[in-house]
């Protein structure tokens, strides 16, 4: 079972709302990953979690929150956002040496 | 730094014609390459990855790519397109930590 899953599918928030995005996955995979995509754009990494622990955070700012509660588990929370975080945040997994990632269908989200 | 390059943002077959998608990488040690698909509104799925195991590279739906270390590529081509293929198709190479280097994506019509 390759299946990364992610909720909600759609999002809309105000600037002034707080929410989390979900992530989980049951391949037993120790390393887990937040992309955000713009239109027609490839993923840019955002953090990256190996055993729980948060290896790499590529500078992102700290309206993002990530949180990895356990190894099938992967949280993004999300306060006072700007319009231009709007985008599809998509969450992977993989084993930690990072060979072979597995993507989420992704969370569409708006920020208004 | 190494980096992904895909020539041409956009191509367009006709149904059952071949389907070339070219990706060039830069690389100093031989890569981990993969190329994912990316349909509409949905998350990345992997359609084939090269390990070293072997030049040649099947992957699901029809599609393959040879690695040619010579050339640096790792072109996708597929015999006969379908109107199914139709999808925005990412070439990336590992860099180890868990990091993925995404080309900037290859937008494929199919016309009937």
Same mark, same amino acid.
């Given at each position: 079972d390759?299946?990364?899953t992610?909720t909600?599918?759609?999002?809309v928030?105000g600037? /002034? +709302?707080?929410k989390?995005l979900?992530c989980e996955?049951?391949?037993g995979h120790?390393a887990?990953y937040w992309y955000?995509q713009k ?7 955002m953090?990256?979690? &190996?055993?729980e622990?948060?290896?790499?955070? @590529?500078?992102?700012?700290?309206r993002?929150s990530? @949180?990895?509660?356990n &190894?099938s588990?992967? +949280? ?5 956002l700007q319009? @231009?975080d &709007?985008a599809l945040y998509?969450?992977?997994? &993989?084993?930690?040496?990072?060979? /072979? ?7 569409r989200?708006?920020?208004? | ?6 020539l041409?943002?956009h191509v367009s077959v006709?149904?059952g014609?071949?389907?070339l998608?070219r990706c %060039? !990488?830069?690389?100093?040690?031989p890569? !981990?390459l993969?190329w !994912?698909?990316?349909?509409? %509104?949905q998350g990345l799925?992997l359609l084939?990855? !090269? ?6 590279v099947k992957g699901? %739906?029809g599609?393959?790519a040879e ?5 640096t590529?790792?072109h =996708?081509?597929k015999p006969?397109a379908?109107?199914s293929?139709?999808?925005?198709y990412?070439c990336?190479?590992s ?7 995404f080309?900037?994506?290859?937008? =494929?019509?199919v016309?009937p």
């Open positions: 390759t299946e990364v992610q909600p599918k759609h999002l928030m600037m /002034t +709302n707080k989390s979900k996955q049951h391949m120790r887990m955000k239109a027609k754009k490839p993923p840019e990494l953090f990256v979690y &190996s055993y622990k948060l290896s790499i955070n @590529e500078s992102v700012p700290s993002f990530p @949180e990895c509660p &190894s588990l992967l +949280n993004l929370h999300l306060h006072a319009p @231009e &709007s998509l969450c992977a997994s &993989s084993q930690p040496s990072g060979e /072979t990632q597995y993507f989420g269908p992704g969370t989200l708006l920020v208004l | 730094a190494q980096s992904v390059t895909q041409g943002s006709s149904e014609a071949l389907v998608l %060039n !990488y830069s690389s100093s040690v890569p !981990y993969f !994912y698909v990316q349909y509409p %509104n799925q084939l990855k !090269y390990t070293s195991a072997a030049t040649l699901i %739906n599609f393959e690695f040619k270390k010579s050339e590529s790792f =996708l081509t006969s379908h109107m293929d139709a999808a925005e990412f990336a190479v860099v180890g930590g868990g990091k993925l280097i080309g900037q994506g290859t937008e =494929l019509s016309k």
